[in-house]
Nanobody
Framework: VQLQASGGGLVQAGGSLRLSCAVS????????MDWYRQTPGKQRELVAT???????NYADSVKGRFTISRDNAKNTVYLQMNSLKPEDTAVYFC???????????????WGQGTLVTVSS
């Protein structure tokens, strides 16, 4: 089972990027899916969460600018990032709680991270 994140890159302040994270492998179901970010010397920060019922929650720093969504048919979570600021520069990680065949509780999986750089 793997989570493959993509979509990072270099963008000017005020610009937009869309991150994607696809789950591959043998899974039974996906519970919550999240995006985190981390900068050097700081703890990983929760950016946005989407539940299996599509309820969403955001860090105060990104509310109104970022939108998390998911496509259950594609086992993919997205993060649409608009009005980007230099302080959004970080490595972004996806996270998912996965139900695996034969396991009764969800297992926590992480993607490899994708770098977002916002220039001023």
């Amino acid at each position: 089972v793997q989570l493959q994140a993509s979509g990072g890159g270099l963008v000017q302040a005020g610009g937009s990027l869309r991150l994607s994270c696809a789950v591959s492998g043998s899974i039974f179901d996906i519970n919550a899916m999240d995006w985190y970010r981390q900068t050097p010397g700081k703890q990983r920060e929760l950016v946005a969460t989407i539940t299996s019922g599509r309820d969403t929650n955001y860090a105060d720093s990104v509310k109104g600018r970022f939108t998390i969504s998911r496509d259950n048919a594609k086992n993919t979570v997205y993060l649409q990032m608009n009005s980007l600021k230099p302080e959004d520069t970080a490595v972004y990680f996806c996270n998912a709680d996965l139900y695996l065949p034969g396991r009764y509780s969800p297992q926590d999986y992480w993607g490899q991270g994708t770098l977002v750089t916002v220039s001023s």
